[in-house]
């Protein structure tokens, strides 16, 4: 198809983009974000109706143009069902890629953020010409895309990379509904509640907190720590040094079992990786198998801000 109607349906917010994809680039032609809220038929109702009015702008025809959901999982992408992803609540057996198909007259494919997000960095950014890449979410939650003799590896049932939910502590920030998980210590509401929890032990010492601002404990978020921790303030990078010496613990596992050639992650490894890297280099060298900690380069996502715009055009794409 010569255009792409893409959806990037998020915890926090969703956006519809209208794209030409090439070999070696993509050409955004328009986008437009709104917020996640409400019950998933209205948000997809209205996510369709900003799709039509892009394809009208643009004087696109349906005949020209298919359209790709990327979504955090777990969901089941063979029959296009998004399955009560965490963040996402209500969001249950939502038959997501026959709605917009309907909607939108022309054939959705639904894909796991993470694995739209691999292909992406694997066609266009940081995982190009390489066979055996690892993608990583690290945003509002943390998935995994595996992409392993050139090939998207999806699992026996659509739900392989859920990296997320290993248990890398036997105590710790819950994420992925499990206490000490890898998601738990390595995503924007992990580090949000790790932040919470030294800063409750902080206060309770004496001591005061760079990141605690005016909305109070529960307002505490990843954004304020890494601001707090740009701004030179030891707390704050005390925060993501813990984050990242679980990180690289993660990256550890990954790395004995999987032996990729990189391993690439977005979202605030992208914006913070700075003061998570010292930690994290020196957990997978210290858990991994050094033949396989140096055959694999960590790397930042190479489309940055744009990975999300990028994993939906991906999605809607023929493996």
């Not at 900003?50 to 643009?58: Q, R, T, V």
């Not at 143009?65 to 990327?70: D, L, N, P, R, T």
């Not at 010292?278 to 801000?305: D, F, V």
């Amino acid at each position: 198809m010569k255009y792409v109607l893409g959806f990037d349906i998020g915890g926090t917010k969703s956006a519809v983009l209208l794209a030409r994809p090439g070999e070696e680039q993509v050409e955004f032609l328009e986008r437009k974000a709104i917020p996640t809220c409400g019950a998933w038929r209205e948000m997809l109702d209205c996510l369709a109706d900003m799709g039509e009015a892009f394809l009208e702008e643009h004087r696109v025809s349906r005949e020209e143009c298919c359209a790709g959901i990327s979504c955090g999982g777990p969901l089941d992408s063979k029959k296009g069902l998004i399955l009560s992803p965490p963040n996402l609540p209500g969001w249950d057996q939502v038959p997501a890629a026959s709605f917009l198909e309907q909607r939108l007259g022309m054939d959705v494919r639904l894909r796991n953020d993470a694995d739209a997000c691999a292909l992406a960095e694997w066609r266009y950014g940081a995982g190009k010409g390489c066979m055996h890449m690892v993608f990583l979410t690290f945003g509002t939650g943390l998935g995994a895309g595996l992409i392993l003799n050139g090939r998207l590896y999806e699992g026996a049932c659509g739900m392989a990379g859920e990296a997320g939910h290993v248990r890398l502590a036997e105590e710790g920030p819950v994420g992925y509904g499990k206490a000490g998980s890898f998601e738990g210590f390595c995503s924007g509401g992990g580090i949000a509640r790790l932040a919470r929890s030294m800063a409750e032990e902080a206060l309770k010492a004496g001591r005061t907190v760079s990141y605690l601002k005016e909305g109070g404990m529960e307002g505490i978020t990843a954004r304020d720590v890494a601001e707090a921790a740009g701004q030179g303030h030891a707390d704050a990078r005390e925060v993501l040094a813990v984050s990242g010496r679980y990180f690289g613990r993660g990256l550890a596992v990954l790395v004995d079992i999987l032996n990729p050639e990189r391993i690439v992650a977005g979202g605030i490894y992208t914006r913070a990786g700075s003061f998570l890297k010292e930690e994290m280099e020196k957990e997978l060298h210290k858990e991994a198998l050094r033949a396989s900690a140096n055959a694999c380069r960590i790397l930042p996502s190479c489309l940055g801000e744009q990975i999300g715009d990028y994993g939906a055009v991906t999605a809607a794409m023929e493996l």
